[in-house]
């Protein structure tokens, strides 16, 4: 089958994409459910009809674009990946997944192939914690990790309930319905960025995952006591953001001291009440996101962390309080995803490496309801959440036309 990668349609689709941002170029910052979030999703919406795909959003607004297959009611293979952005971000994670995978149909129908299986972009909402402190929101929505229950709690950093913000966004329908029913998909495959720097440094223009690393988040808040900056003396303080402080490099040490490099902790998030500059911290709230290849060797981190914080309030006579967000387990991709990626690797002439997802992705949690895989392709010096984030178009290309191949052995 011929396999033509329209890479200059893909490439200035991509710049597009990048202009619904609330951030200066080349900075790209889309949170889920702005404004801007819903305008980009109405254009991408739009790019999906003009491909004469049948689309339809579910209720937390995972968006399904659907190339029908002759044989409608079998499993679909499924494909995609997710546009919101975090702060201050680039414009290729995510994106190179989604309109990536809709030029990979787009090729697919060009070289006249006829799939037996329906095969579905899936456009998640809120990969990225930043709205509502949790990332993948959609995947976990749609493979019954998080209920939708849980999902009801959810709170955005300024109060509004997940449930108005949907409303806002005139998303219809009750959370239960995002659930996929089981047998739904038969594979999912997300082809995204390596955002990590082996494929640069190796050389090698294509990535298979194997293993998705196990992250886990916490809200840490310290209550201190807040009081006047020049009256209160050093002996009688209880200062939050000191207690803090502490915390952030213990949470560091945890890290850095757990036996492997795989471990990997950050505090990115610090909030600090009420400041002022002439005002002694009184609470703290801190966000903390921790990862690692090896489940328990991450739960010994999370333990340790608390340790630490317990031993940090008694010294310092500040109170605390954690809360676990997320602590999801590792996952493996499925054998015959990579099998899958590997033979249309070795097809179109191109070497790969197996390798693991220090990032996680969707399809942590597509893996728990189908066979999931990621094939990785190449950015600029492993930059990723930041506005240098770049891959190039002869990179994309590359990773489009395996996904194209790739989709159609499972779907034929
Ligand atoms: C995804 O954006 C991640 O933080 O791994
Ligand atoms: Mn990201
Ligand atoms: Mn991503």
Redesign the pocket.
């Known amino acids: 089958m011929n396999l033509e990668v329209d890479g200059d349609r893909l490439s200035r689709e991509i710049e597009e994409l990048a202009r619904f941002s609330d951030a200066e170029a080349p900075a790209v910052t889309r949170i889920a459910f702005t404004p801007t979030d819903l305008r980009a999703r109405t254009w991408l919406i739009s790019r999906c009809q003009e491909a004469r795909l049948a689309v339809r959003q579910d209720p937390i607004g995972n968006i399904f674009a659907r190339w029908t297959g002759s044989d409608a009611a079998a499993a679909a293979v499924g494909t995609g990946s997710?546009i919101d952005a975090?702060p201050n971000a680039g414009k290729y994670?995510?994106v190179v997944g989604v309109l990536g995978g809709l030029e990979a149909i787009r090729t697919l129908e060009r070289g006249r192939f006829r799939p037996k299986h329906s095969i579905e972009l899936l456009v998640f909402t809120s990969?990225?914690?930043t709205r509502f402190g949790i990332?993948?929101l959609g995947s976990r929505l749609l493979s019954g990790t998080l209920t939708a229950e849980a999902a009801r709690k959810l709170i955005d950093k300024d109060g509004a309930s997940l449930e108005e913000v949907r409303q806002r966004a005139r998303l219809g329908g009750v959370l239960e319905e995002v659930k996929l029913p089981s047998g739904y998909y038969q594979a999912f495959v997300e082809l995204h960025i390596e955002?990590g720097p082996l494929l640069e440094q190796q050389k090698a223009p294509l990535g298979i995952v194997t293993r998705i690393a196990a992250?886990a988040s916490l809200r840490i808040t310290v209550e201190g006591a807040g009081g006047h900056a020049g009256s209160v003396l050093m002996p009688d303080r209880k200062d939050a953001l000191c207690a803090a402080a502490e915390l952030i490099l213990a949470v560091e040490k945890a890290a850095r001291t757990s036996g492997a490099t795989d471990t990997v902790a950050t505090v990115g998030i610090c909030e600090v009440f009420p400041g002022a500059v002439n005002s002694i911290p009184g609470r703290v709230k801190l966000a903390v996101?921790l990862?690692d290849t090896d489940l328990r060797r991450r739960d010994r981190v999370m333990w340790a962390i608390d340790a630490e914080m317990e031993r940090i309030a008694a010294k310092r006579q500040v109170s605390n309080h954690s809360e676990v967000v997320n602590a999801d387990a590792p996952a493996e991709c499925a054998p015959a995803i990579i099998e899958a990626l590997s033979a249309s690797c070795a097809k179109r002439g191109h070497k790969f490496i197996p390798m693991v997802?220090?990032?996680?992705?969707d399809s942590l949690f597509m893996s728990r309801i189908a066979r999931a895989g990621i094939l990785f392709i190449p950015c600029r010096n492993g930059y990723?959440?930041r506005p240098d984030e770049y891959a190039s178009p002869e990179d994309i290309t590359r990773g489009v036309r395996i996904l194209a191949e790739t989709l159609a052995r499972l779907a034929e």
């Open positions: 997710h975090i994670d995510g990969e990225e914690p990332g993948c955002q992250p996101d990862r997802s220090r990032a996680y992705h990723s959440h």
